[in-house]
Nanobody, 125 residues
Framework: QVQLVESGGGLVQAGGSLTLSCAAS????????MGWFRQAPGKEREFVTAIRWSGDSTYYARSVKGRFTISRDNAKNTLYLQMNSLKPEDTAVYYC??????????????????WGQGTQVTVSS
């Protein structure tokens, strides 16, 4: 089992920045594909970004590319999401997720076996 706990959410003005963290515990974290998803009110959960175990392959949704940066520290078992130039449409609950199999379908929710409880990000206009 892997436990994931997100932190770092909050209220920020448009144009501002936030950094989310996801602390992993349990099995070896370093071999997993890790991802961030988000769910806005009244909408389905959507892929945001993912990173492979080595950290040298990252993937981004078109809506966040150039503004968000995913990174990981395997020694600390922690995943990060640096969010810059935030927009009101980025308002959502953000979830981190872990895929032990390292699927190529990094944007597909059901490829991820473990999920955190989510952290709220609210961007005011």
């Amino acid at each position: 089992q892997v436990q994931l706990v997100e932190s770092g959410g909050g209220l920020v003005q448009a144009g501002g920045s936030l950094t989310l963290s996801c602390a992993a515990s349990g099995r070896t974290f370093s071999n997993y594909l890790m991802g961030w998803f988000r769910q806005a009110p009244g909408k389905e959960r959507e892929f945001v970004t993912a990173i492979r175990w080595s950290g040298d392959s990252t993937y981004y949704a078109r809506s966040v590319k150039g503004r968000f940066t995913i990174s990981r520290d395997n020694a600390k078992n922690t995943l990060y999401l640096q969010m810059n130039s935030l927009k009101p449409e980025d308002t959502a609950v953000y979830y981190c997720a872990a895929d032990p199999d390292g699927s190529f379908s990094y944007a597909t929710e059901n490829k991820y076996d473990y999920w955190g409880q989510g952290t709220q990000v609210t961007v005011s206009s």
